[in-house]
C-alpha cells in the first residue's frame, strides 16, 4: 500500500523537527507501506526569500522569482533525506522537475498538468522512501514554475492521485481542521471528520489550513485527506465523502 505524507514548513522549521519527521516516516515504513513524502520550505523560508528579493528588485522577473523560491523546498527535502539515512533507512529527494510534475507556463501560480513519476515508481520499487519538493514543477517549455503560497498542498493530493494512493495525510502545527481557525478564534472546535464541500467551503473562505485546489482533486480522485498534528500522535480531521449530517453543517446550520 501506498501512502503520501505532507510536511509544512513549521513541521520541518529546525533541526530537531526534521528528525522527528524522519522518525514519522520510518515509523510509516517500517509498517510495511510505500512512503511519498511532500515537504515545504523549512518554516519561514519561503517569506525570507521574498524579502530578500524585494530588496533587490522590487519587480524581479515572474521567472527568477520561481528559480528562487524553489530554493526552499530543496532545502528542506535533502535534510530530510539526510535525517533518514543517519536513521539507517534508504531516502532519495526529487525536484518536482525530477520526478515529472509538469505544470503549465504561469510563472509563480502555475497549474499541474500532469505528472510522469516515473522516478518516483522506480525509487518505491527499491524499497526507498521517496521525497519530493513541493509547491514546484517544470513548465511545458522546460521552465521552473511554483504553484502559488501554500502549493505544497497540491503537490501532495496531484501525486497521490497520479499514483494510485487511497490516502493522503498532511501534516502541520494544528491538531486538526476547527470551525474556525483556532489562532484567531478560541472557542473553535475540532472537527473529527469533514465532506469534501464542506473543506472546499471553508478553504474558499480564506482559512489557509488547506488550499482549495488540494481540496477540490482530492474530491475528483476521492483520495481521503487526514489534516493531523506533526507534534503529537492524534488522529487529527478526515477529509472524504460524507455519509449523513456532519458536525460542520450541525454547527453552522448549513442546509
Ligand atoms: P503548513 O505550513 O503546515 O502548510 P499553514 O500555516 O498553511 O500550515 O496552515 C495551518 C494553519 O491554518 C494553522 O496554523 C491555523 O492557524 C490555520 N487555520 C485556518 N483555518 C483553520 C481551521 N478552520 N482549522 C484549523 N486551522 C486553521
Ligand atoms: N513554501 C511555500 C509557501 O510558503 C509552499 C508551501 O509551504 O506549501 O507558500
Ligand atoms: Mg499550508
Excluded: W
Amino acid at each position: 500500500m501506498l501512502i503520501v505524507q505532507k510536511f509544512g514548513g513549521t513541521s520541518l522549521a529546525n533541526p530537531e523537527r526534521i528528525k522527528a519527521v524522519a522518525r514519522r516516516v520510518v515509523r510509516e515504513k517500517k509498517s510495511g507501506k510505500d512512503v511519498v513524502v511532500v515537504v515545504s520550505a523549512m518554516g519561514e523560508e519561503t517569506d525570507r526569500l521574498l524579502s530578500l528579493a524585494e530588496a533587490i528588485c522590487p519587480n524581479a522577473p515572474k521567472r527568477e522569482m520561481d528559480m528562487l523560491l524553489t530554493a526552499g523546498e530543496r532545502i528542506s527535502m535533502s535534510l530530510l533525506a539526510m535525517a533518514i539515512h543517519d536513521l539507517g533507512y534508504k531516502a532519495v529527494s526529487f525536484t518536482g522537475s525530477q520526478v515529472g510534475i509538469i505544470t503549465d507556463t504561469r510563472h509563480t501560480r502555475a497549474k499541474i498538468l500532469e505528472v510522469k513519476g516515473d522516478r518516483l515508481r522506480e525509487a518505491l520499487k527499491r524499497g526507498k522512501i521517496a521525497i519530493v519538493a513541493g509547491f514546484q514543477g517544470v513548465s511545458s517549455e522546460k521552465e521552473v514554475t511554483t504553484l502559488g503560497r501554500g502549493g505544497s498542498d497540491i503537490t501532495a493530493v496531484a501525486l497521490a492521485s497520479y499514483l494510485g494512493a487511497k490516502r493522503c495525510e498532511i501534516f502541520t502545527d494544528v491538531d486538526g481542521v476547527y470551525t474556525a481557525d483556532p489562532k484567531i478564534a478560541p472557542k473553535a472546535r475540532r472537527l473529527s471528520e469533514i465532506s469534501y464541500a464542506e473543506m472546499m467551503e471553508l478553504s474558499r473562505n480564506g482559512f489557509k489550513i488547506l488550499h482549495p485546489d488540494a481540496v477540490e482533486l482530492a474530491s475528483l480522485n476521492k483520495i481521503e485527506l487526514q489534516i493531523r498534528p506533526s507534534l503529537n500522535n492524534s488522529e487529527g480531521t478526515r477529509i472524504r465523502e460524507s455519509k449523513g449530517q456532519s458536525e460542520m453543517r450541525k454547527t453552522h446550520r448549513l442546509k
